[in-house]
Each structure stands twice: as structure tokens, then as C-alpha cells.
């Protein structure tokens, strides 16, 4: 009981200034006061409107940019990232590879939203945007043998689908999980005949998308994500072999 007592005695911390100025700016950001790319006032600026120590916006903005909210460089001011997946996924992206148990539940989670972006492809893909997918493939055919030119081709490749499917949270779903998905992937893609697998995988639901086939579209793209996660997870289990 005595321990428990101890530990009720530690006094309940309040937030830090730094954090209620993130939390500010955060806000800002959800709300759409400030926009992508737009850029702050100087750190001076910020701190006599927001009634703070310069210390505190500092630590504020420190905080925002390892977060990928905020790009601060010296000289070029404090602007309001892009917003995009690379930069506001990166915590995520060194937090699961830290965390291996994650990988089957990342694939689960892939092989539900590329499924459902792919259905809604098949349905709503022009044929226009279907062409360009063709002709990305085309070209993906002269990359098997150059692992990091391939990844480049497969997210184009799979942009083209987000976008097909005419819904903005799908895509930008779709565009974030592939992100993190990377990090696993990397090692995997070196791996011989893993580079032909996909190319082989693409053009079976490139097939089921211009048959306009949402079932065979869905499963197709389903089918893929489970083989880049079997070939992640059997490249971990030789590399932890080794």
C-alpha cells in the first residue's frame, strides 16, 4: 500500500507552453486556417502574438517538424509542410520498424483498402487513366533488375489506382499505408524473382480493371498485397536466420 501511496504523491503534470503552442498550430492546421506550404510568422512574431517565451515556440516548432507538420530551416522561415505521406508518416514509419508484430497487421489493413480501391476503379477508372497505368507497366518491364527504379514505377503505378477511384480518402489512405509499407519492403525487393512477382501482379489487375470487373479487380489487387507480404515476412525470417 505504501508504494502506492508513494506513487499518488508524484504531482500531476501540466501541458508545457511548448506543447500548448503545438497543440495551437496543430489546430490551426486541422481547421484549415493554415494551409499547406503557407508560411508563419517569424519566431519573434509568433511569441508576442501568442503571449509566449521565444523558448517555447521554439521547442513548439522542434517538435512540429520532427512530426513533418512544420519545415523550419535556417533562414527560409517556418512554413506549414505539404502535408503529404512522407512527411507526416515518418514518426509512424521508424515506430513499426521498430515493431515487427506490426507487419501482418499493416498487410491486413492493405489488403482491405487496396481492395476496396481497386473495386471502386474498375467502376469509375476512365479509360484515359487506365492507358497511363498500361503505359507505366510498359515501362516497369525494363526495371526488375533495378530494385529502387521499381519501387518508384510501382507507387506510379498504384497512384494512377488511388486516384482512379474517385475517392480522395481511399486515396490518400491507399497513398500513406504504401509509405509505411516501404520500409519493410525495401529489403524484400532485392530479393531475386520477388520484382517479377509484382510485375506479374500488376498487369493481372491492370486486366481486371479494364474488364471493368470489380470482384476480379478487388481480388486481384488483394492477391498482390498478400504476396508482398509473404515475400516481407520471408525475407525478415532469413535475415534473422543469418
Do not use: C
Request: net charge negative; glycine share 6%; charged share 30%.
Amino acid at each position: 500500500m505504501s508504494n502506492l501511496t508513494e506513487r499518488f504523491r508524484a504531482p500531476i503534470k501540466r501541458a508545457s507552453l511548448a506543447e500548448l503552442v503545438a497543440g495551437r498550430i496543430m489546430d490551426m492546421v486541422v481547421s484549415g486556417e493554415l494551409k499547406p506550404g503557407e508560411q508563419l510568422p517569424p519566431e519573434r512574431e509568433l511569441a508576442r502574438l501568442l503571449k509566449v517565451s521565444r523558448p517555447s515556440v521554439r521547442e513548439a516548432v522542434r517538435g512540429l517538424a520532427i512530426l513533418g507538420v512544420v519545415n523550419s530551416r535556417q533562414g527560409g522561415g517556418i512554413r506549414i509542410s505539404d502535408l503529404d505521406a512522407d512527411a507526416l508518416l515518418g514518426p509512424l514509419q521508424f515506430y513499426l520498424t521498430l515493431e515487427d508484430m506490426n507487419v501482418a497487421e499493416l498487410y491486413d489493413a492493405r489488403i482491405l483498402i487496396e481492395g476496396d480501391v481497386a473495386r471502386q476503379a474498375a467502376k469509375k477508372m476512365s479509360d484515359a487513366a487506365l492507358d497511363e497505368a498500361a503505359a507505366v507497366l510498359d515501362a516497369q518491364k525494363d526495371t526488375l533488375d533495378d530494385p529502387q527504379a521499381f519501387r518508384r514505377s510501382d507507387f506510379a503505378f498504384h497512384e494512377r489506382i488511388w486516384a482512379g477511384s474517385g475517392n480522395a480518402f481511399l486515396k490518400r489512405i491507399g497513398e500513406s499505408l504504401n509509405v509505411i509499407g516501404l520500409e519493410f519492403r525495401k529489403r524484400a525487393s532485392e530479393t531475386t524473382g520477388i520484382l517479377e512477382q509484382s510485375f506479374r501482379d500488376h498487369h493481372a489487375l491492370l486486366a481486371a480493371l479494364r474488364a471493368r470487373d470489380p470482384d476480379a479487380a478487388a481480388a486481384a489487387a488483394a492477391q498482390h498485397m498478400r504476396n508482398v507480404y509473404q515475400s516481407t515476412i520471408e525475407q525478415q525470417r532469413r535475415e534473422e536466420g543469418e
